[in-house]
């Protein structure tokens, strides 16, 4: 292992919204507490992981409409449709380009991906710390996909 426990669960916390996953979610929070994080540090990973989902969903929405050859029908203010950035895609610390990483990988985003591995080198991240992201956000997107093929 490279990350040390609080920077896994960090990431974590914020794969595991990312991925959708309410039992994730409850059992990374409960560890990241465990293993030192705080409370605003909680919150922080989930926002970068919401942000990285949200981003996802842009680019695809905008991608579909393309594809059906239409135009975005409505302003959405932060985008990257009318060239502003929002609060998640400004560059962050070394742990939160980390777990936006993650995050992207795990909600299938290759833009966002690319983007922020290059800011995770910027900000200082080693291939290392990266590929164990990528790691932590397979595990729990299987999780995460497993318990809603239960479901089914």
Known sequence: MILTGKDREFVSVGVSVAAGCKLCVEVHVKEARFQGVTEDEIAHSMNVGLGVRE?????????????????????????????????ADAPGTRIDELTAVAAAFAVSCEASFEK?????????????????????????????????????
Request: hydrophobic share 35%; net charge positive; aromatic share 2%.
């Open 55 to 87: 981003r996802a969903q842009r680019i695809m929405k905008q991608h579909g409409l393309r594809v059906l050859g239409r135009k975005l029908a409505h302003v959405v203010t932060g985008t990257e449709e009318h060239g502003e950035a929002s609060e």
């Open 116 to 152: 922020h591995r290059a800011a995770a080198r910027a900000a200082g991240a080693t291939e290392e710390e990266i590929q164990e992201s990528v790691r932590i956000s397979r595990f729990i997107k299987g999780k995460a996909d497993s318990l809603c093929c239960k479901r089914i």
